[in-house]
DNA sequence: CGATTAAAGGATAAAAATTATTATTCATTT
DNA sequence: AAATGAATAATAATTTTTATCCTTTAATCG
């Protein structure tokens, strides 16, 4: 398993173990809920604040160590910071996975056609997955 | 401007003064947060309850009647249901618009590659407008 | 039309989610 | 190892959303 400690700190943060259980569970989980990570959280530090989970996901945020994701009719996940990619849900299970598809094409149409300069395309595909096919 | 009664009660929705003042603010706007309709819709009806926003906002979306964009770092919007479509959305002045774009290549991919049943696509590009540029 | 009825609105309370405050504890630097 | 600035836990305060209760109203039907 990977040691966040240095990326924390190369992100003025500081390697508290707090933190390291949360990057901990967003590298196993992929995909979490404030909720959820709480729960996860909670076994490990038996007295951990909600208000403490809060703040460092925002703080997490604004160092860009990781990103929200916004979902269709679900709570909203996080996910650590890595290339640009995609999303697709399943609707039945919930289940969360990056996909990488190649955007640039759209991307392109977009900013000529509608004279809009584009920064960032959050696509999010829902459906079924295989499993519950 | 459209009159909306005959669209409500075909989604089994009475027309109530307060819901034709929820479409056609939804049809002026396009798209509009709770908090911006609760603003508008309270110069109409100055007893009006945030209660009610919200109980007509989740009925309408439990009816297919309206759909909820959400957005990356901004509160969620609401637009009349309409054919399928994506947005663009200004990091400037938070302005929200729809563009039509065709995402078939990209559904049948996945569907194949990822083994993944797509049936909704939700798409925002972010970056700058014309306006703000 | 006017009465009936199921649904909607308004006021308010309650619940859920998020942010702010503060004293204490801890990670890092020296 | 001590000093210091930052993080944590506990708690309060806000904000957002939903539920309840009672009154009012839109739609239906004679």
Same mark, same amino acid.
């Given at each position: 398993m990977k040691n =966040? !400690?240095?990326t924390l700190r190369s992100h003025n943060l500081k390697a508290t173990p707090q933190r390291l $259980?949360? !990057?901990d569970i967003l590298y196993a989980h992929g995909h979490i809920s404030i909720e959820s990570l709480y729960d996860v959280m909670i076994k490990k530090f038996s007295s951990i604040s909600l208000a403490t989970i809060y703040k460092n996901i925002n703080l997490m945020l604004e160092n860009s160590f990781i990103q929200?994701?916004?979902l269709p009719n679900q709570k909203t996940? =996080?996910?650590l910071t890595k290339h640009s990619h995609s999303h697709i849900m399943c609707d039945r299970c919930g289940m969360v996975n990056d996909i990488t598809i190649d955007l640039n094409a759209i991307?392109? !149409?977009v900013s000529t056609l509608e004279n809009f300069e584009v920064s960032k $395309?959050?696509?999010v595909?829902?459906?079924v997955c295989k499993n519950c096919a």
């Amino acid at each position: 398993m990977k040691n =966040y !400690t240095d990326t924390l700190r190369s992100h003025n943060l500081k390697a508290t173990p707090q933190r390291l $259980a949360i !990057t901990d569970i967003l590298y196993a989980h992929g995909h979490i809920s404030i909720e959820s990570l709480y729960d996860v959280m909670i076994k490990k530090f038996s007295s951990i604040s909600l208000a403490t989970i809060y703040k460092n996901i925002n703080l997490m945020l604004e160092n860009s160590f990781i990103q929200e994701v916004k979902l269709p009719n679900q709570k909203t996940v =996080y996910e650590l910071t890595k290339h640009s990619h995609s999303h697709i849900m399943c609707d039945r299970c919930g289940m969360v996975n990056d996909i990488t598809i190649d955007l640039n094409a759209i991307v392109n !149409t977009v900013s000529t056609l509608e004279n809009f300069e584009v920064s960032k $395309a959050d696509l999010v595909l829902s459906g079924v997955c295989k499993n519950c096919a």
